[in-house]
Structures are given as structure tokens and as C-alpha cells.
């Protein structure tokens, strides 16, 4: 299926946007949010399953990354930098782009093309820890699919994801059996505090290991994470 490409800047923040031709009407969205040293253009193959399924995917460029590339490329290097410091300069990264999202959704909206009762959330290892904090601070996400994060990473505070506000959105997280980077313990952890507030839709919530898998996995691994992804968002964003 044909898709269009549109590249494109939503509340002054540099995005890519890709919806199947076939779609003129409002469609559902999905924000996709990418990790850590990489950009919205890292992830066009991702971005055009989403749009083939039906979905206009919006491809964010986070804080200081791809076209707002600064403070990234020293954080990347690490050099100058403490542990702590590091960690810190890499969760303001992660809370600024979290901040972002409801103005991202009012500029979709304004422009006619997002159905404002479907949008999603989803992305990869930083960009999951976006995806944690965004649940709770806009209220309209309907769905959302965080791949390798965690969600003690994702606010400018330390008092984590508020897990009262998470429901309804339906929330798929996909961890890495060996992931040393960002290990699945807090993203399993936030799912078991979460389950009571799913006791009326307990599909709405799943959590998902991929056994042995690192971080950074093998290709199959990643096809198979990337396809439940686009299953989990048509089936919640597009009901």
C-alpha cells in the first residue's frame, strides 16, 4: 500500500508523518518516540507498517535529538560528565519530551488529520521511558506500547508514573529477557502495581518478555516485538 510522507513541525518540534494515501478522513495516531542517540528518520520502516495498518504514525524528534541535536552528542560522549550527572541530563531529556506531548496532540488535532477518541503512544528504550510518562499527563491517550524502557526514568521528579491515571489507556510493555541496558525488573514491577486498576479490562494491560534477548536484539526478535506492536495499536487505537 502507498503511503505519504510528510515532514513537518507540530507545536515547533520537528516531526515526520506517514498515513496511507487511501485515508483522507481523521485517522487514528500513533506518536512513535525513538531511543537515545537516534532520530524520527530511524524508524521510517516502523512508521510505514503502522501507516499500512491504517494508523498516521507521527515520528518525533526528542529533546535534543535529530533536527534539536545539542546537548545529546555530549551526553553520548560522556566524558566530562558523572554517572549522576549523566543520569540526570538523560531524564531531563526524557521529562522535556514528555512535557511536549499534549501540545504534539493539540497540533495534530488543529490540523484535522488525528481522530481525537483514538491516539496512541509508543517507542523504544528511551523512547518507552517517554511513552511511561506521557500515559499519565494526557488523559487522551487511548493506547500505548513501550518497547524496552522503564518507568522509573521518565519524569523530572522522583515520584515515578502516577499508576492511578494509567487507566484506561491499554498499555502493552515488551522487555528484553537479557537486557543489561535497561533491565525489565521496573517495567514488570509497574505492571503488577497497575493491575488492580484493571480489574475491569484486564486485556487492556499486558506485559511481554522476549526470552533471551539483549537489548539491542537480533532482527527476528525485533520483527516480532514490531508486529505486536502494530497488533496491540489497531486493536485499541482503532476501535
Not at 508523518?17 to 495516531?29: K, N
Not at 475491569?200 to 520483527?223: N, Q
Amino acid at each position: 500500500m502507498a503511503d505519504l510522507i510528510e515532514r513537518t513541525l507540530l507545536a515547533g518540534v520537528p516531526a515526520l508523518l506517514v498515513r496511507p494515501a487511501a485515508i483522507r478522513e481523521r485517522a487514528p495516531t500513533v506518536l512513535w518516540y525513538h531511543g537515545f542517540g537516534a532520530d524520527k528518520d530511524t524508524h521510517l520502516p516502523e512508521l510505514r507498517r503502522f501507516a499500512n495498518a491504517g494508523l498516521l504514525a507521527v515520528g518525533v524528534d526528542a529533546v535534543d535529538h535529530g533536527e534539536r541535536r545539542a546537548a545529546a552528542a555530549d551526553l553520548a560522549q560522556g566524558t566530562a560528565r558523572s554517572a549522576a550527572d549523566s543520569e540526570r541530563a538523560f531524564e531531563l531529556l526524557v521529562g522535556g519530551t514528555v512535557a511536549e506531548v499534549p501540545a504534539l496532540i493539540d497540533a495534530l488535532l488543529e490540523r484535522g488529520t488525528t481522530d481525537g477518541e483514538r491516539i496512541a503512544v509508543a517507542g523504544v528504550s528511551m523512547g518507552a521511558c517517554i511513552v511511561y510518562g506521557a500515559i499519565p499527563r494526557d488523559r487522551r491517550i487511548r493506547a500505548a506500547v513501550a518497547l524496552l524502557g522503564s518507568p522509573e526514568r521518565n519524569s523530572l521528579d522522583d515520584a515515578g508514573p502516577e499508576v492511578a491515571r494509567f487507566f484506561p489507556t491499554a498499555l502493552l510493555s515488551i522487555t528484553a529477557g537479557r537486557d543489561s541496558i535497561v533491565p525489565p525488573a521496573a517495567a514488570r514491577a509497574l505492571h503488577c502495581r497497575l493491575a488492580p486498576f484493571y480489574d475491569r479490562a484486564p486485556d487492556r494491560l499486558s506485559y511481554v518478555t522476549i526470552p533471551g534477548a539483549p537489548h539491542f536484539m537480533c532482527a527476528k526478535d525485533w520483527e516480532d516485538a514490531i508486529g505486536e506492536t502494530c497488533e496491540w495499536l489497531c486493536r485499541f487505537a482503532k476501535e
